[in-house]
Structure formats: structure tokens, C-alpha cells
């Protein structure tokens, strides 16, 4: 996996809000940092979200009426909140 200075994707600061869903945390709603084709940076107390490598559901709030769920994996965890992977259909 590419280090923090070997990312596949450009990062863009973009400030929206994701319904985060998994069985351990019920639903949460947060809001992002940045997002990149491959991903989204999420600001939150890692205390509220599992463990790296766990596959989440989340889904953008207020941008459109009816956004798609996307299943999402925790990938990196700061003190300030965590990288999620976008997880294609077939991962």
C-alpha cells in the first residue's frame, strides 16, 4: 500500500456530510476533510469508528435527495479521524 507521500489519487479539500453505518456504531453522521477518486478523510474521534480494515456503509447528506450507499473500508486512523477507501462493487 503507497505511504502518505505515494498516493494514487489527488486529495481535495471538500466539506460535506457522510452517514457512516456499521453494526458497531449504529449511525453516525460526520463530516468530511478531503476526498480523492480513491477515498474520503473523515473528521470524528477515532474512539467512534472500527478498527482498520473494517468495511463500512456510507452515504453523502444534503447533496442530493437520493445518494448511493457506498460500502467503504477504514484504512488509516489519526487523531483527528480516519481515511476511508472507497471499496469498488466487486472488493
Not at 74 to 86: D, K, S
Amino acid at each position: 500500500m503507497p505511504g502518505p507521500d505515494q498516493r494514487r489519487h489527488i486529495r481535495t479539500p471538500f466539506s460535506c456530510r457522510i452517514k457512516i453505518t456499521h453494526e458497531s456504531v449504529g449511525e453516525l453522521l460526520v463530516k468530511t476533510r478531503d476526498i480523492s477518486d480513491g477515498g474520503v478523510f473523515v473528521v470524528l474521534n477515532p474512539d467512534q469508528i472500527p478498527p482498520v480494515g473494517t468495511v463500512l456503509q456510507g452515504q453523502v447528506q444534503g447533496l442530493m435527495e437520493d445518494a448511493p450507499v457506498l460500502s467503504m473500508q477504514v484504512v488509516r486512523v489519526e487523531a483527528g479521524g480516519v481515511g476511508l477507501r472507497f471499496l469498488d462493487q466487486d472488493d
